[in-house]
């Protein structure tokens, strides 16, 4: 599957507004991955050595008393998985409201599903390419 990074936002009314048009792109139907971007930290925050081993000791103690999760739980709060549309004027169309986010600035991933224009063009591309580079090497062959 083939897919396209977006920088975007999620504005107050619980919309995906993305910063670019995906007007290259024919209407299609899409997957769709949001990732929300911490922006509660502070960039030149730097945690003092104490913060960092008194993490490391929570840590620790969580995992001897068996107080985990799995890795992919992680995702849960920073990311969205759903699907979408792309229509005739390059916009995403997303086929399900988004629930309970604040406004903020996202990366949106557009994943091309495999029966997809983008993909069928995509290939088209490589079949005739590897199409003329094997007509080139029989004529060469040939000679």
Known sequence: MKSLRVPGRIDENDRLILDYLLDVIKPQQVEIDIILL???LEDDYEPTKEEILEGIREGFHDCLTGNTSPVSALWDDMMIQTTAEIDEEGQLILNEPLKETNPQYVDVVIWFVKNSTFQ???????CQNDLEASNRELTASQK
Request: hydrophobic share 20%.
């Open 38 to 40: 911490d922006d509660d």
């Open 120 to 126: 069928e063009q995509s290939n088209e591309v490589v």
